[in-house]
């Protein structure tokens, strides 16, 4: 099973920033698109935030995210990060990544949800 481990989450301040990470549990992210979903309330549905397919072209990002956020990869360190930027309290959330099973976004999920990390924007 395709399982990643997300970290990074904190608590931070309005405009502040935080780096998530994305490492992949015993394989390589290398042939795989990535995405980050994130849920901001217990039993609110998760929402796709951003994604970046395995070549790295072309990341996409929800309309939350544009322009505060960046989705990258290094295949070195097998890690897909989201850079996160004056942040937002209704980013508030608990941040998950998943793997798409094929190289570009439009490639179904796999795996399951993991633990996720906690972000909290707050004064």
């Known amino acids: 099973q395709l399982q990643l481990v997300e970290s990074g989450g904190g608590l931070v301040q309005p405009g502040g920033s935080l780096r998530l990470s994305c490492v992949g549990s015993?394989?390589?992210?290398?042939?795989?698109?990535i995405g980050w979903f994130r849920r901001q309330a217990p039993g609110k549905e998760r929402e796709g935030v951003s994604?970046?397919?395995?070549?790295?072209?072309?990341?996409n990002y929800a309309d939350a995210a544009k322009g505060r956020f960046t989705i990258s990869r290094d295949k070195a360190k097998n890690t897909v990060y989201l850079q996160m930027n004056n942040l937002k309290p209704e980013d508030t959330a608990v941040y998950y990544c998943?793997?798409?099973?094929?190289?570009?976004?439009?490639?179904?999920?796999?795996?399951?949800w993991g633990q996720g990390t906690q972000v909290t924007v707050s004064s």
């Open positions: 994604c970046i397919s395995s070549s790295g072209g072309r990341p």
């Open positions: 998943r793997v798409h099973l094929g190289t570009t976004c439009f490639h179904e999920l796999t795996g399951s």
């Open positions: 015993g394989f390589s992210l290398e042939n795989y698109a």
